[in-house]
């Protein structure tokens, strides 16, 4: 994964305290564009048709900082399914309803080392737990968002626009594509259910869990979605508290561990900070205090992780003094 590219020979920012000033970001934001526009790595998911159809151009940056100030290059608003960057955002409502110790007893919290949609975790484990991060652990905790039958999909998405501070809609031809293929997750569920993980009827379970990650959105409500989480839980734009503060400690906690997947060591070594990958192209990145990088390129990595995307979290990481593990001398040497 590592990208020579981000090597300009430039000081990074301190990582401390907040963003500099906004030409500098907006110029950094463009040279991020221009950087990795041409890029040809990567194709289009194949897990749904309707996703393995995306042009492969596309190509959008949004850095929304906590005070709602918004830097943006190429196809930052165009639309596409959230797919697996929903997974926070839902572990973050149900933990707001049920609480951070609840919900890492009954989900777990460890990183499996396996693909997103590897069933197999749940036979590895001696109970089934997995974590908040890949598809098992993601469809436990979507059957326990507060509710019973549509009433959990209404508090959902309710819940998933609180985050993006606009009303978000599902993209109805994925979520058909979604709904008649997903065979691997209809296994998981009842795995799941079996163990007695779910907080509801396991096909309930599996189309809620199918519908959220049909839900559409942009790179710039991706960048919003996580300034919440960089804000304490209150959306930089609309101002409403969405989770208590408490809270986002343990959400970007299990971003930090299993965010990208079997790839989340690698990320954490180069990018240094929590982050959620999604096979429609989308990554949301978090810097606590300061605000979120939200990315939106079609083409994958063999991990399931936008190319572009990854490529331009690692330069804006350094170069806006992202990295939460960056250490920088307190006197000059």
């Not at 906590?66 to 797919?83: E, K, L, N, Q, Y």
């Not at 484990?125 to 890949?134: F, Y």
């Not at 709904?179 to 209809?186: D, G, L, Q, W």
């Not at 609309?238 to 400690?249: F, K, N, Q």
């Amino acid at each position: 994964m590592t990208d020579a590219t981000t090597q300009t020979g430039r000081l990074p920012f301190v990582s401390t305290g907040s963003l500099p000033a906004r030409p500098a970001v907006d110029a950094l934001v463009d040279e991020a564009y221009a950087r990795y526009r041409d890029c040809r790595e990567g194709t289009p998911s194949a897990v749904y048709p309707a996703l393995e159809r995306a042009d492969p151009g596309l190509f959008g940056i949004c850095v929304l900082e906590t005070d709602g100030t918004a830097h943006v290059a190429g196809d930052a608003d165009h639309p596409f399914t959230i797919m697996s960057v929903a997974k926070p955002f839902a572990f973050a409502l149900v933990g707001s309803a049920l609480g951070a110790d609840a919900v890492r007893a009954m989900i777990g919290v460890n990183a499996t080392g396996l693909p997103f949609n590897a069933i197999e975790a749940i036979e590895r484990s001696a109970d089934g737990r997995t974590n908040p991060m890949v598809n098992p652990g993601a469809i436990v905790t979507t059957s326990w968002v507060a509710g019973d039958g549509e009433a959990k999909w209404a508090t959902l998405l309710a819940g998933l626009s609180a985050f993006a501070g606009r009303e978000l809609a599902v993209d109805e031809e994925v979520y058909a594509c979604a709904s008649a293929t997903n065979h691997v997750n209809r296994s998981a569920v009842y795995l799941l259910h079996a163990r007695g993980l779910l907080g509801c009827d396991p096909d309930l379970a599996l189309d809620l869990y199918t519908r959220q990650s049909c839900v559409q959105v942009t790179a710039r409500d991706l960048a919003t979605m996580g300034a919440t989480l960089a804000d304490g839980g209150a959306n930089p734009i609309t101002g409403d508290e969405v989770i208590p503060v408490e809270l986002c400690h343990a959400v970007l906690a299990v971003m930090l561990t299993a965010g990208l997947y079997e790839a989340s060591g690698d990320w954490l070594y180069e990018v240094g900070q929590p982050g959620k990958s999604g096979i429609g192209g989308g990554i949301v990145t978090v810097s606590p205090g300061k605000g979120a990088l939200g990315t939106f390129s079609p083409p994958l990595d063999a991990a399931g992780n936008s190319v572009r995307g990854g490529k331009v979290a690692r330069f804006l990481s350094r170069e806006l003094g992202l990295d939460l593990l960056n250490s920088v001398p307190v006197s000059p040497r």
